[in-house]
């Protein structure tokens, strides 16, 4: 399967910015079998689960860093992910991941290239 993110760039703080993920060339199952999330990656950091959403997208989770700020959704018939994140902070700038793991066969894990987010005045 292929996940490509955009949506990236240079943001002030306290602004918005919207992340997308595309994903196709599923060749075991459907997107809609899948649990999506974003993960991220700063500098001179490891990489850390964001927010994930379920593959019927009625359960979500959240990173406590960005509760009450972030909003993850999908739509099934697009195969899409979002990611709105709101209120951003300089800790938030980051190389920012799609991925993409089955619900049952969790040997089927996709990974995108990362969009970088710079928060920054």
């Known amino acids: 399967a292929q996940l490509v993110e955009s949506g990236g760039g240079l943001v002030q703080p306290g602004r918005s910015l919207r992340l997308s993920c595309a994903a196709s060339?599923?060749?075991?199952?459907?997107?809609?079998?899948?649990?999506m999330s974003w993960y991220r990656q700063g500098p001179g950091k490891e990489r850390e689960l964001v927010a994930s959403i379920q593959s019927a997208g009625d359960s979500t989770n959240y990173a406590d860093s960005v509760k009450g700020r972030f909003t993850i959704s999908r739509d099934n018939a697009k195969n899409m992910v979002y990611l709105q994140m709101n209120s951003l902070k300089p800790e938030d700038t980051a190389v920012y991941y799609c991925?993409?793991?089955?619900?049952?066969?969790?040997?089927?894990?996709?990974w995108g290239q990362g969009t970088q987010v710079t928060v920054s005045s």
């Open positions: 060339g599923f060749t075991f199952s459907t997107f809609s079998n899948y649990r």
């Open positions: 991925n993409a793991r089955h619900k049952w066969f969790q040997q089927y894990d996709y």
